[in-house]
C-alpha cells in the first residue's frame, strides 16, 4: 500500500505526499486490518515505495501489484492539477471492508471516486462497489490497465477465422476476453467511453456498437475505435446514471 497508519503519531500518511520525517524511524500499521506494516523503499527492492505487512497472512492488501501503486500513485498526483479541490485522501478508509483507491472532495460540494483497476474483476463485483459509494454519496471514475485489459497482438488463430477481422489483420486493434463484459457494462454506462491507464497517461476508449464475438474474443476492428489520451483530468460532467453515480473526464 502507499499508505499506513503512523502509531506514533496517530495520523495517516503515505508515500506520495512523502514524509519530514524518517518513516524507518516509526511504527506503522495497515489501514485496512490494523496490523504492523514496515516501510519499504524502491532502493532495497526496486519496486515503488510502499508500506508492507509483517505477516501476510489475512489483508487483501498485501497482493497489489506494483502497477496498482503505480497508478493510485498517479491520479492522485495529476488529479489535483486539473481541478479545484477541497480535500484528497489516498487509499480512503470507505468502512472496515473497503478501501476507494483515490478520494477527492471539490471545492464545488462533490465528492470523487476514483478505482484503479488492474486485475480481472465480475460484474457482481462492480455493482457491490457502486452501492457502497452511492451510498457514500461519490461520483465515481473507473480506471482499467491498459495492457491487463486491452491488447495489440494478433492472436495465432486469426488465420483460422473466417471474417472481415482476419482477412484485415492490420485492422486489429485490441481484443479483450469475452468474460470482460465487465468493460462493454462500463462503456455504456459511462456514456459510450472507458477509460484506460497506461504509462502516466489515461486514454479514454470508445467501442463501436458492432462487435463480433469470436471463439470467446470480441473483436473490433482499429476503423471503428476512437482511443484519445485525455488532454486533462479535468472532471467535466456528473451524472446519475442507470442508478449510479458517475463523473466523466472533459475531452
Ligand atoms: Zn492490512
Not at 4 to 27: C, E, M, R, T, W
Not at 59 to 65: F, G, I, L, R, T
Not at 199 to 217: G, R
Request: hydrophobic share 35%; net charge negative.
Amino acid at each position: 500500500m502507499l499508505s499506513a497508519f503512523n502509531q506514533n503519531l496517530q495520523k495517516k500518511f503515505n508515500v506520495i505526499d512523502g514524509f519530514d520525517f524518517d518513516p524507518h524511524d516509526y511504527s506503522w500499521s495497515c489501514i485496512l486490518c490494523g496490523d504492523k506494516m514496515s516501510y519499504v523503499t524502491k532502493s532495497i527492492n526496486g519496486r515503488i515505495d510502499h508500506f508492507r505487512h509483517y505477516s501476510t497472512k489475512n489483508c487483501n492488501y498485501e497482493q497489489e501489484s506494483e502497477t496498482h501503486l503505480e497508478m493510485k500513485g498517479y491520479l492522485y498526483e495529476e488529479f489535483p492539477k486539473w481541478n479545484d479541490i477541497k480535500l484528497k485522501d489516498l487509499e480512503h478508509n470507505i468502512d472496515k471492508q473497503v478501501i476507494l483507491d483515490v478520494y477527492f472532495e471539490l471545492n464545488d460540494g462533490y465528492t470523487i471516486g476514483i478505482e484503479c483497476q488492474v486485475s480481472k474483476m465480475s460484474w457482481g463485483e462492480f455493482e457491490k462497489r457502486m452501492r457502497i459509494y452511492d451510498e457514500k454519496n461519490l461520483f465515481v471514475i473507473w480506471i482499467f490497465h491498459y495492457d491487463s485489459f486491452l491488447s495489440t497482438q494478433p492472436l495465432s488463430f486469426d488465420y483460422e477465422i473466417n471474417s472481415k477481422y482476419v482477412y484485415n489483420e492490420h485492422f486489429l486493434n485490441a481484443y479483450f476476453s469475452k468474460s470482460d463484459t465487465l468493460i462493454q457494462q462500463v462503456h455504456d454506462i459511462y456514456n459510450n467511453r472507458v477509460y484506460f491507464y497506461r504509462n502516466n497517461k489515461i486514454f479514454s476508449i470508445s467501442f463501436p456498437t458492432e462487435l463480433e464475438i469470436i471463439k470467446n474474443v470480441l473483436y473490433f476492428s482499429r476503423g471503428l475505435t476512437v482511443e484519445k489520451e485525455l488532454p486533462s483530468l479535468n472532471i467535466s460532467e456528473f451524472l446519475q446514471k442507470s442508478g449510479y453515480k458517475i463523473a466523466l473526464f472533459n475531452q
